[in-house]
């Protein structure tokens, strides 16, 4: 099953990038470049849903 999360991602001062999301309450992920941070911000997402799952 797929699922659209508007996620937000914005430079930070140190130079990496950090995306959250509304849609996806704790998501948070960081990265060096933006495909980076996208990646990880899915991979955390998966993880999340798939606990939500769960309960």
């Known amino acids: 099953?797929?699922?659209l999360l508007?996620?937000?991602i914005e430079k930070l001062p140190e130079g990496v990038?950090?995306?959250t999301?509304?849609?996806l309450q704790g998501?948070?992920?960081q990265g060096r470049t933006v495909s980076e941070t996208l990646e990880?911000?899915?991979d955390?997402?998966?993880k999340l849903l798939k606990a939500q799952?769960?309960?």
């Open 1 to 3: 099953m797929e699922r």
């Open 6 to 8: 508007n996620i937000h």
């Open 17 to 19: 990038y950090l995306a």
């Open 21 to 23: 999301s509304d849609d």
């Open 27 to 29: 998501l948070v992920a």
């Open 40 to 42: 990880i911000a899915r």
């Open 44 to 46: 955390v997402a998966r």
């Open 53 to 55: 799952s769960r309960i």
